[in-house]
């Protein structure tokens, strides 16, 4: 029988700030590389840092938590001149931060 994949917990934030724009900065050049570059990629990666920041800094480390959180606020955004929506971002967030800890995005080892 398998075994489920263990919650990831992030190690404590030492600067958010710096945390958000390195964020805000990777989320971007995602959504770029994906389709098109277009100006609402800038706001979604603000979006999406802004509520990671906001969560990082009231204690929430993991991973999962983030994810929720930033589907759940993402809903409010208008994704209409976008290719992308809530659960797009959340995951390519995700994504980075697997990446950023050195975690195969596969299989989370």
């Not at 100006?39 to 938590?65: K, T, W, Y």
């Not at 606020?73 to 209409?80: A, G, I």
């Not at 929506?85 to 800890?101: C, P």
């Amino acid at each position: 029988m398998t075994q489920p994949i263990p919650p990831i917990t992030l190690p404590p934030p030492e600067n958010p700030l710096l945390e958000g724009e390195w964020l805000r900065e990777r989320l971007q050049r995602w959504l770029d590389k994906e389709f098109i570059p277009e100006a609402v990629n800038q706001n979604i990666a603000q979006r999406a840092a802004q509520i990671f920041v906001r969560q990082r800094m009231e204690g929430e480390n993991d991973l999962g938590s983030l994810v929720i959180a930033i589907v759940t606020e993402m809903q409010s955004y208008d994704f209409s001149n976008s290719f992308y929506g809530e659960f797009a971002i959340a995951n390519a967030v995700s994504d980075l931060l697997l990446e950023s800890l050195g975690i195969d995005k596969c299989c989370g080892q």
